[in-house]
């Protein structure tokens, strides 16, 4: 195994760390099969299921216990991929979902974040991307495919709007733009637990439950977006 697939541990040993589970969900099967391959290729992943439907989703999510879910937003019968997701997260918030789709409008971010989705994918991406994000969101980060997150950024407005400080808005701009707690860290020369900390007083200031329900709140109110 590649040295740097060790975890060191407090007395000096490594340990193997996690493979990520993930499952895939869409209805169309050559979708399926090419992402679980590109995956199924990559050290440290592996795809633990494949599901058509929301309904067979939620079911499988609740048996197989994935580390992330590949989540189509429009499925074919039954439950679509926001309605999925919100079943699975009921049962498992630890569950990082990702929404996989053909379309790039606004209004379906904004109702994948509200959903509880950690990032949303277009499918046209490069499997470099496919992997980059799904690694993201297992480690608690927020991703956003870079056509939708560099213009975001673009729009990004950092004026006096809502009740944040600059620099939670720069933080939540951040995760929105699929960086992680550790990445922001080290581009704002600030320790992980003081991101962490404006992370916190962001979802009170905007009365969120969650980092992700956070940013979706910024985005739709404008303040990051």
Known sequence: MPLDLLVPCDDGTVTEPAVLRVLVVDDHVAVRSGVAGILNAEPGITVIGQAAN??????????????????????????????????????????????????????????????????????????????????????????????????????????????????????????????????????LFVSVETVRTHVRNAMRKLEADTRTQAVALAIRQRIIA
């Open 54 to 187: 929301g309904e067979s989703a939620v079911s499988m999510a609740a048996r197989r216990r994935p580390t992330v879910i590949v989540m189509d937003v429009k499925l074919d019968g039954g439950i679509d991929g926001l309605e999925a997701t919100r079943r699975v997260l009921e049962a498992d918030p630890d569950v990082a979902v990702i929404m996989f789709t053909a379309f790039g409008e606004h209004q379906l971010l904004n109702d994948g974040l509200q959903a509880g989705a950690r990032g949303f994918m277009i499918k046209d991406a490069t499997p470099d991307e496919v992997v980059r994000g799904i690694r993201i969101v297992a480690e608690g980060g927020m991703y956003l495919d870079p056509s939708l997150s560099s213009e975001l950024l673009r729009r990004r407005n950092l004026g006096e709007v809502g009740v944040l400080t600059p620099r939670e808005r720069e933080v939540l701009g951040l995760l929105a733009a699929g960086r992680s707690n550790r990445d922001i860290a080290a581009q």
